[in-house]
């Protein structure tokens, strides 16, 4: 069974809570999506750039220019496949590996998110940890899962955990509306 679903009846009126398994692809799309918000200065991106350039590119030219021109060739063929093939078939399961040991059985265990007026509480592994609306930056919704993202990290409800479409759409909306509500401009009195 994915879901698991809480009585609404045990809830104040403006809360809706949702129980679910968490899982690692959740938290490797946060650690991307995390990732990804974060610049990186042009001096550094430019250094990095230009070494492979040299790497790639100048040491084979030197090598050839040198007349060592099988060994030009083989940097070359090797940096080509290292670029294109060797390095992204290193880095494709870093995250999830990392999060697949870091996380451990966590996959089986329940975990349960709660939307109040005042913030969203998370509960799993007998722990609780309670995210005021104030932190909360972004929500974004993919196919499996509902993002709420804060400062450099996030967390994740699975859809799965929702018995019908509508609990679903009702607990995105009122997270929405909290987080609209939140972050819009007060007026002072």
């Known amino acids: 069974m994915n879901h698991i679903q809480t009585a609404k009846t045990d809830l104040p009126s403006d809360s809706l809570a949702v129980e679910f398994h968490p899982s690692v692809d959740d938290y490797v799309h946060i650690a991307n999506r995390v990732a990804a918000s974060i610049k990186t200065p042009p001096v550094i991106r430019y250094a990095y750039q230009f070494f492979l350039f040299i790497n790639a590119v100048g040491f084979p030219a030197f090598l050839w220019l040198n007349e060592y021109y099988i060994a030009g060739i083989l940097i ?14 290193f880095t494709r399961g870093g995250h999830r590996a990392y999060f697949e040991q870091v996380i451990g059985p966590r996959e089986s265990e329940i975990a349960r998110v709660e939307l109040n007026s005042k913030g969203i509480r998370y509960s799993s592994d007998d722990g609780e940890s309670f995210f005021p609306w104030r932190r909360i930056t972004a929500i974004e919704e993919t196919d499996d899962a509902i993002f709420f993202f804060f400062s450099g990290n996030g967390f994740a409800v699975r859809k799965s955990g929702f018995a019908y479409r509508g609990e679903q759409d009702a607990f995105t909306r009122l997270a929405r509306s909290y987080l609209e509500g939140e972050h819009s401009p007060q007026l002072e009195q």
């Open 76 to 89: 070359l063929a090797v940096n080509i496949a290292a670029l294109s093939w060797l390095i992204p078939w």
